[in-house]
């Protein structure tokens, strides 16, 4: 199985082909979701393009959120697909924004 993955739309491709996973790679927007909170936390969800799983069992992870500045600098987590990131996203924006009222 290839650890190199594009994605048509949200669905994510197993590439084997290392010239074309990289020509792609260059050009593709790989956002799922972004967002800005006060003191300068960024929270970002991308499509990694290569699977984070490292050989373990299970399907491949190529999807993270993590957040940049505040209580959870740092903080990450890893998804295998575009919906489970988007749901991922929400949960950790809410998470940190709930940080930010105490």
Do not use: C, N
């Not at 800005?36 to 190529?62: A, K, M, N, Q, Y």
């Not at 959120?65 to 505040?70: A, E, K, L, Y």
């Amino acid at each position: 199985m290839s650890d190199k993955y594009i994605l048509d739309g949200h669905e994510a491709i197993p590439i084997d082909d290392l010239h074309a996973w990289g020509t792609w790679f260059q050009t593709a927007e790989r956002h799922v979701a972004q967002d800005l909170l006060p003191g300068g936390i960024h929270i970002s969800t991308v499509f990694l393009g290569l699977d984070h799983r490292f050989g373990e069992d299970g399907p491949p992870l190529i999807f993270e959120t993590m957040v940049f500045g505040g209580e959870y600098d740092q903080f990450q987590e890893r998804y295998s697909t575009w919906e489970e990131a988007e749901k991922g996203h929400a949960e950790i924006l809410s998470r940190v924004k709930a940080a930010l009222e105490h």
